[in-house]
């Protein structure tokens, strides 16, 4: 019904997001990986995808065309409700989601809080042969920024988010030119 939302972002945090179009205020529930690519922008545009419920209506929201693809792909599972494809998403970027699911890496997924060996089992054996519908090329082109993919990384190892985003601030500060992988390791050896 909804295929996209552009407006002003009032509110972001790891788990929502609240854009205000026409005087509207729209909920959107995100994942990591999409906060970490919601510009501090006047004007910001969510992809959406709308899930109705017995109990609530609830509006996904997702910075790229390829996360909402792979959203849609684990919906298609059985036993994989919205929140459990939203908690995927947070810890695995839609190209690793996708690369797990095709090579059967069943126990990558296995490591997502919430996703049991059968569950992960189940993902793999439903989307192996679907997996390749997802557009390669918006996957493959996805680069968020540098801080934003070692906060996330961080973060999906398990160290808690406040102390992961100063440690990559100042990082990042001192050296605004390093890669993602060379924060991480300087951030790890801070933490």
Same mark, same amino acid.
């Given at each position: 019904?909804?295929?996209?939302?552009?407006?002003?972002?009032?509110?972001?945090? !790891? %788990?929502?997001?609240? $854009?205000?179009?026409?005087?509207?205020?729209?909920?959107?529930?995100?994942?990591?990986?999409?906060?970490?690519?919601? !510009?501090?922008?006047?004007?910001?545009?969510?992809?959406?995808?709308?899930?109705?419920?017995?109990?609530?209506?609830? $509006?996904?929201?997702?910075?790229?065309?390829?996360?909402?693809? +792979?959203? #849609? #792909?684990?919906?298609? =599972?059985?036993?994989?409700?919205?929140?459990? %494809?939203?908690?995927?998403?947070?810890?695995?970027?839609?190209?690793e989601a996708i690369q797990a699911i095709a090579s059967g890496n069943s126990g $990558? #997924?296995?490591?997502?809080?919430?996703?049991?060996?059968?569950?992960?089992?189940?993902? +793999? +054996?439903?989307?192996?042969?679907?997996?390749?519908?997802?557009?390669?090329s918006a996957i493959g082109g996805e680069t968020g920024s540098v801080r934003g993919?070692?906060?996330?990384?961080? /973060? =999906? #190892?398990?160290?808690?988010?406040?102390?992961?985003?100063?440690?990559?601030?100042?990082? /990042?500060?001192?050296? !605004?030119? %390093?890669? =993602?992988?060379?924060?991480?390791?300087?951030?790890? %050896?801070?933490?």
């Open positions: 019904m909804f295929h996209h939302f552009v407006g002003k972002l009032i509110e972001k945090s !790891p %788990a929502h997001a609240i $854009l205000q179009c026409g005087g509207v205020g729209y909920y959107f529930h995100i994942s990591l990986t999409t906060y970490g690519q919601l !510009p501090d922008a006047p004007e910001v545009k969510l992809l959406a995808h709308a899930v109705y419920r017995e109990d609530a209506q609830l $509006l996904f929201g997702f910075a790229t065309a390829a996360e909402r693809d +792979v959203f #849609l #792909l684990l919906l298609g =599972v059985s036993g994989v409700g919205a929140n459990t %494809a939203r908690m995927i998403l947070s810890a695995l970027q839609p190209a $990558l #997924l296995q490591r997502i809080k919430g996703i049991g060996a059968k569950t992960a089992q189940r993902i +793999v +054996v439903d989307l192996r042969d679907k997996v390749g519908k997802v557009d390669a993919e070692s906060i996330q990384a961080l /973060v =999906v #190892l398990g160290f808690p988010r406040t102390a992961v985003e100063k440690s990559v601030a100042s990082i /990042v500060a001192n050296t !605004p030119e %390093a890669t =993602v992988e060379s924060v991480v390791k300087q951030a790890l %050896a801070q933490l």
